[in-house]
Nanobody, 114 residues
C-alpha cells in the first residue's frame, strides 16, 4: 500500500486547512485509515481515524474542530477548523490492513501562526 498526502501549509489561528491522503496498491485489504501528527520534541500521536465502516475516532484535543471522512475506501480527508498554534505539527497519513500491516505516508507540515 502506498499513501500520498496532500494539503498542509501555513494558516493563521482560527483558520482552516484540509488534508487528503490517497491510497494505492493493495487497497482492498485496508481497514482503518487515519491521521497522526508529530510536533517538535513530542511523540507521534493519533489525531483521528476512520474504519472501513466509517466509524470515527478523534483525539480529545481536536474533537469538535476536526472532521475525518473517507471516500471510496481509498481517500481519507481531514478537515481542520478553528486551528490553534498547538496544532502545528507534521501530519502523517496512516493505513492499517485487515492483516495488521501498517503503512505511513510521507508527512505534511501544518503550521498555525500569525
Amino acid at each position: 500500500v502506498q499513501l500520498q498526502a496532500y494539503g498542509g501549509g501555513l494558516v493563521q489561528p482560527g483558520g482552516s486547512l484540509r488534508l487528503s491522503c490517497r491510497a494505492s496498491g493493495r487497497i482492498f485489504g485496508i481497514n482503518v485509515m487515519g491521521w497522526y501528527r508529530q510536533a517538535p520534541g513530542k511523540e507521534r500521536e493519533l489525531v483521528a481515524d476512520i474504519t472501513s465502516r466509517s466509524i470515527t475516532n478523534y483525539a480529545d484535543s481536536v474533537k469538535g474542530r476536526f472532521t475525518i471522512s473517507r471516500d471510496s475506501g481509498v481517500t481519507v480527508t481531514l478537515q481542520m477548523n478553528s486551528l490553534e498554534p498547538e496544532d502545528t505539527a507534521v501530519y502523517y497519513c496512516n493505513a492499517n490492513t485487515y492483516s495488521r500491516e501498517n503503512y505511513w505516508g510521507q508527512g505534511t507540515l501544518v503550521t498555525v501562526s500569525s
